[in-house]
Nanobody, 125 residues
Framework: VQLQASGGGLVQAGGSLRLSCVAS????????IGWFRQAPQKEREGVSC????????EYADSVKGRFTISRDFAANTVYLQMNRLKPEDTAVYYC???????????????????WGQGTLVTVSS
């Protein structure tokens, strides 16, 4: 399976962006999907994840109430809606999948075995 992340860009603080993660080569129905980000000179961190069935989601404390993850099974796509963006949200965002589909964890980064290329999100103040 290959993952393709897109939707990044430059936005002012308070604005919104929607990231997309499209899978090709295989069906993602049995895999959980996570979004991660890496800011310059910082470690990669988990942002959000969604279970294989779509009913369980998890968010990092820093984005709770502002970001929403969802998945479209027909389109084999997972979205990350990002609202009320802050300059500290600036980073390269990656999507990844894990076979631990039922109860994924946004902090268990080592469990994600398939990664897409990143998409850059820049939030200006």
């Amino acid at each position: 399976v290959q993952l393709q992340a897109s939707g990044g860009g430059l936005v002012q603080a308070g604005g919104s962006l929607r990231l997309s993660c499209v899978a090709s080569g295989a069906n993602l129905d049995y895999r959980a999907i996570g979004w991660f980000r890496q800011a310059p000179q910082k470690e990669r961190e988990g942002v959000s994840c969604i279970s294989s069935g779509g009913s369980i989601t998890e968010y990092a404390d820093s984005v709770k109430g502002r970001f929403t993850i969802s998945r479209d099974f027909a389109a084999n796509t997972v979205y990350l809606q990002m609202n009320r963006l802050k300059p500290e949200d600036t980073a390269v965002y990656y999507c990844a999948s894990t076979p631990f589909g039922v109860q994924p964890s946004v902090s268990a980064i080592d469990e994600y075995d398939c990664w897409g290329q990143g998409t850059l999100v820049t939030v200006s103040s």
